[in-house]
């Protein structure tokens, strides 16, 4: 395959309610796209950065210089998707950068072949269970409105966004409400330290599937002190960043959870590796999200049906962030979502709405 060039487009999509985390709140979302043009099919790839740096160090603006300055012209030459890590291994981080051109470039690789991103990566089922990510909330009434309508939608399964002065008051009140039968969990990004490990052992009340990186990213050791007081069952976002850091994580007992969001690890071909790996250590893995459209969706329902993604994700529908998507709307039946099939990521976006969401598009040629 010979790679010609590739599109940067910038989208911008409103989401239905503010997404409120630890680190700031989402009301609107600036993505950028790629698009691989090479002498087979062409492909695509989500950026998954934010628009600042506040939960990795990754931020959008710097993805795209990153792509124009080092990483379109370091894959020059590269022929395969499996080329383009080795290609840019020499450059330090920028993990989601170099994931979405990996993404565009195996999408257009698979494509050309006609094999799908589900039988590429290694995918066992046809459909995958959904959960839903649930922000911090400005009062429990409105907590336990919108996790009510959420199970009324059929998820499978809740987590919890908590900070300090949003945690066990909030867990409490969604088991009073909706019973011990609901799948729970919480997510801290890096909200917590230490200190705080006696106050998070009051979780342990609430039988949570686990606590999602409750301290800083790079406090590894911190995590494995913490595991050994608490009940609930550590799982590391934000300090897996590489299949290396996950087996270290495994290693010194920080975390017995992985969520494999693949932007942070540098893409899907790293994501199976740390699947790969976790599986061999018994250790259960689950596909996290960064409110992707449709079109990152797609690779991440791949992911997510492979046989070590054995809890829920955070691999929700379309609906749950957009009115609008940019590709044909992922619509839950039963709770589940169907792998797509199709080559490559199995969907495109639709070109009356991309253009419609479309901010700036730039041509980078090779
Ligand atoms: O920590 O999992 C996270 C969204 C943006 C940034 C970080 C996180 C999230 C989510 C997942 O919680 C939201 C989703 O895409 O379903
Ligand atoms: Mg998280």
């Given amino acids: ?40 099919a062409e492909g695509w790839g989500e950026c998954v950065s934010l628009p600042q740096p506040v939960y990795s160090p990754e931020y959008t603006e710097g993805a795209v210089d990153m792509l124009k300055r080092y990483f379109i012209p370091g894959v020059a030459g590269v022929k395969t998707a499996t080329d383009v890590a080795p290609a840019l291994h020499k450059y330090k981080g920028h993990p989601m950068a170099k994931a979405v051109i990996e993404t ?17 990566l290694g995918s066992v089922n046809e459909r995958v269970p959904c959960g839903v990510s649930v922000g911090i909330m400005d009062s429990i009434p409105e907590l336990l409105d919108a996790v009510g309508g959420y199970i009324d939608e059929g998820y499978v399964r809740i987590k919890l966004k908590i900070e300090p002065g949003w945690d066990i008051e909030a867990v409490r009140a969604v088991r009073e409400r909706f019973g011990d039968e609901v799948l729970l969990q919480v997510d801290a990004n890096t909200a917590y330290t230490l200190r705080d490990a006696r106050h998070l052992a009051k979780l342990d009340d609430f039988d949570l599937l686990l606590i999602e990186q409750p301290l800083e990213e790079e406090d590894i050791v911190g995590h494995a002190d913490l595991a050994k007081m608490l009940k609930t069952p550590i799982c590391l976002d934000e300090s897996v960043t590489s299949a290396q850091t996950a087996a ?22 790293e994501a199976r590796r740390i699947h790969d790996l976790a599986a061999a250590a018994g250790i259960p893995v689950w596909c996290g999200g960064m409110l992707e459209t449709g079109l990152g969706r797609a690779a991440n329902i791949a992911l997510a049906s492979l046989p070590g993604f ?32 199709g080559p490559g990521l199995g969907v495109a976006p639709i070109p009356e709405l991309l253009e ?11």
């Fill in 248 to 269: 270290a994580a495994i290693r010194l007992g920080a975390t017995s959870v992985i969520n494999i969001k693949p932007g942070r690890v540098g893409g899907y071909l």
């Fill in 104 to 120: 565009a470039i195996l999408d257009a690789e698979l494509r050309t072949e006609g094999r799908s991103f589900a039988r590429e």
């Fill in 310 to 341: 054995t809890l829920p994700g955070d691999v929700s529908a379309s609906d749950r962030f957009y009115k609008t998507d940019i590709t044909e709307p992922w619509v839950m039946e039963d709770g589940h979502l169907t792998v797509p099939t």
């Fill in 356 to 366: 419609e969401f479309t901010t700036s598009v730039e041509w980078v040629t090779l």
């Fill in 1 to 40: 395959m010979k790679i010609e060039g590739f599109e940067l487009r910038r989208i911008a999509l409103p989401i239905v309610t503010p997404f409120r985390t630890s680190f700031g709140t989402q009301t609107s979302r600036d993505i950028l796209l790629v698009k691989a043009i090479t002498d087979g």
